[in-house]
């Protein structure tokens, strides 16, 4: 298999690479690197899935940040690849549906209890705040069902600077007494001033110096177990696959992120607009400080100590030994995939649809099938083994969760390196006739506004929408009315 070096060199620029690290790796490193993927690109059909695992394996240590928050630790990380279990089972389609029922990792009992949690109002005594966005993971992920999705938006900012650097902006706050330090996220609500803490003013605002912005869209959270068991093999060699066909124009980029349940380890991002988390057990520690205030074993500082009043970390294990967070986790690892609307695609007009859809190249970011890994195979760097609910299942969720530049790339800069500013993850498609609005920033209206607006890696495709007639355009549509 011939390789163009131009493509073995664009491996190294689209990885997980940021300045610390690219630092870090003495020039003697870098060269025995390079002489070692020349010697790869003579050999098997493999080449570039073991070029971009050697490139992530030789990094291994890289400064990344925890995530949504951009809190103030930074983490150094092994990558860990997962160790895939063997089967020679069939796989068999995952189960789909928007009702709320266990996928099977529990019984129905467990799974209504983690629901409930999911769905908790949270108080200033539970640990609120002091600076939040909402009181309920569920107020955000409820449309149509509970772990689903909603209109919610949350505001990122940050800077760059004039060598065109991301910088993470410096929030001030209780009237520029207190600095939070890295912070791109701004909760939009406070529990102070208030009766108990009247003199203190903690509401963040964009800093005036902050020249890049976004409203990003809530994300559905159902049937994202099956997301988390896809083994990160299998994505880098989505991205193998896919730069070695399209050569430089497209070329998804995967991310290894910090796995905050274990501790120094790396593992291929999925999670986020900017596949900033692995694992829903990171993320949901990351969403409980960050959208709701509240601290865990994971994430146990409060952004600011002012009119806070609950000793960290807030939320602690119940009596069946699960704090909050591990339920959050269990919750999503067990909910569904969201489920097709089976007559829409049972449609003509539809099955058209979908074979325009592969025709035109929608489906090289969008895919449309993958299998997860083996159930007993060690994943999240090796504190989570699949099991037999999520291992070995097919799911369609029309999405290869790679980074791309399509053109509306906000510019912020999470766990993934300064390369990934402009690229955001191909969402999947996955109920998304259930969204009122599309794309990150939720500024598509229509499935025709948002084809419209893919530019940058996308722009074949779009060119190929294009040049569709009517008819065909409508037959599309029609199917992604049916995802
Ligand atoms: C104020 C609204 C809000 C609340 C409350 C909220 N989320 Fe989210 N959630 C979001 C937004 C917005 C995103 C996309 C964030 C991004 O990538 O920038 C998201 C993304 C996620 C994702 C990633 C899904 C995927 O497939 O990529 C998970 C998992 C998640 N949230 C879990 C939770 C949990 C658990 C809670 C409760 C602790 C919670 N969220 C509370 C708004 C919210
Ligand atoms: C190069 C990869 C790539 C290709 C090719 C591509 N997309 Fe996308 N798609 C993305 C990314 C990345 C986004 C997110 C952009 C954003 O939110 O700003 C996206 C967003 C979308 C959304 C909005 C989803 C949501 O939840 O808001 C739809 C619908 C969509 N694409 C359909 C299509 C169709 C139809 C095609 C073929 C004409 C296509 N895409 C081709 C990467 C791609």
Redesign the pocket.
Known sequence: MKIRTSLVRSAFGRLNVNPAAEQALLPKEKRRQAAALQKLRAHSAGAWTFALLFVAVALVVTTARSS?SQSRTHTAGFVALDQLAQTSQPPQEAPTGFDNLSNGLVDEQAHGADLHT?EETETIEDGLGPVF?????R???QSPVTGAI?Q???L?VGRTNRFGQFENPVVSIGDGTTIIANRSLINDRAICPSGEFPDSEIQERVPDNANVHTF??????LG?GF?EAISSLTLLQFAAKQCKEFGDGVCGQPVFVPVLEAPGQMRVG?????N??AS?LS??AD??LN??G?TSRLQPEDVTKLCDTVADPENTADAEGLA??DR??R??RASKAPARDASLAATFDARLGADIFGKIGCDTCHVPTIVTAPSGSVINGGSFVVPDALGNKIIHPFSHFLLHNVGTGDGIV?NGGPLTALKL?TP?LWGVRLRSRLM?DQRALTFHEAIVRHGGEATLAVRNFRNLTDQERQQLITFLKSL
Not at 133 to 137: H, L, M, P
Not at 216 to 221: E, H, I, Q, Y
């Open positions: 949504q999911f966005n909402a009181q309920a993971c107020e955000c992920h909603s919610v938006t949350e990122r990003r869209a809530s994300l559905n959270t994202d997301v999925r999670f986020g607009w900017k900033q988390h829903l993320f949901s969403a409980y959208e709701m509240i909050d967070i959050f986790a919750f999503m999470q993850r999947p990150h």
